[in-house]
């Protein structure tokens, strides 16, 4: 399809183990986020890229938290000694421009529903 | 802090009846605002979006209204549809070196009676 893929659909972890998040935006697309929505709530900025760049990482709640998309297309999120309050739906959004006063939508995957045990 | 909120959590409405749900801001350095549909499983979804120099933006059955004297904005919804039933919520973005980072508001619930 042409839309933002995210995988796996549902993650289940161990409180402690490590896992991987993986995104991949419609292509061609220059922006990349990711976004953390606890149950019942709206969604939250963990981070941004603009192609390989990581610009913006002030939303990633520890230091176990880490991004990377090395070669400007697709994403991983890695949440290492997970523990409970990780517990959450976490969403990739793209769009085709690089931000700035260019304003427009992004487009959402279906997330990546992880909860730890 | 400041924040994007939402007045209600739930609205409930007849099928063919206008919805119309609302959201405060309260930052003022927001320059553009959008509204998202969130169905149960699925990504938010973009609705409409309206940047701070207009007061209104119409779409297909959706209109978007922003005052920005009282940092209220709202999304109307006519002739309302089953297939609307969802979480809606509305997202600030504000010029800044995250791009088109989106800080969004806590959502409301739109419940359509058949």
């Known amino acids: 399809g042409a839309g933002v893929s995210q995988s796996p659909r549902y993650k289940v972890a161990k409180r402690g183990q490590d896992v991987a998040l993986r995104c991949d935006p419609i292509s061609g697309h220059v922006s990349l986020f990711w976004y953390q929505q606890a149950l019942g709530q709206g969604p939250e900025f963990l981070t941004y890229?603009?192609?390989?760049?990581?610009?913006?990482k002030s939303g990633l709640p520890s230091d176990r938290f880490f991004a990377e998309r090395p070669e400007g297309s697709v994403s991983t999120l890695k949440i290492q000694r997970t523990q409970q309050e990780d517990s959450a739906v976490y969403l990739c959004?793209?769009?085709?421009?690089?931000?700035?006063?260019?304003?427009?939508?992004?487009?959402f995957g279906s997330g990546t529903q992880l909860s730890v045990l | 802090g400041e924040s994007v909120g939402l007045h209600l959590p739930t609205l409930s409405v007849q099928e063919g009846d206008n919805s119309i749900i609302n959201c405060a801001y309260s930052n003022s350095a927001s320059d553009y605002f959008i509204w998202y549909k969130q169905e149960s499983g699925k990504g938010p979804q973009f609705i409409i979006d309206i940047r701070s120099n207009m007061d209104k933006r119409q779409g297909q059955r959706v209109t978007v209204l922003l005052n920005k004297t009282v940092k209220h904005l709202s999304l109307q919804i006519a002739a309302t549809q089953p297939g609307d039933s969802a979480v809606y919520f509305c997202?600030?973005?504000?010029?800044?070196?995250?791009?088109?980072?989106?800080?969004f508001g806590g959502g409301t619930r739109l419940m359509v009676k058949p």
């Open positions: 997202a600030e973005n504000r010029n800044n070196n995250a791009g088109n980072m989106l800080t």
């Open positions: 959004a793209s769009s085709p421009a690089g931000g700035g006063v260019v304003r427009e939508k992004l487009f």
């Open positions: 890229f603009q192609n390989e760049a990581q610009l913006d």
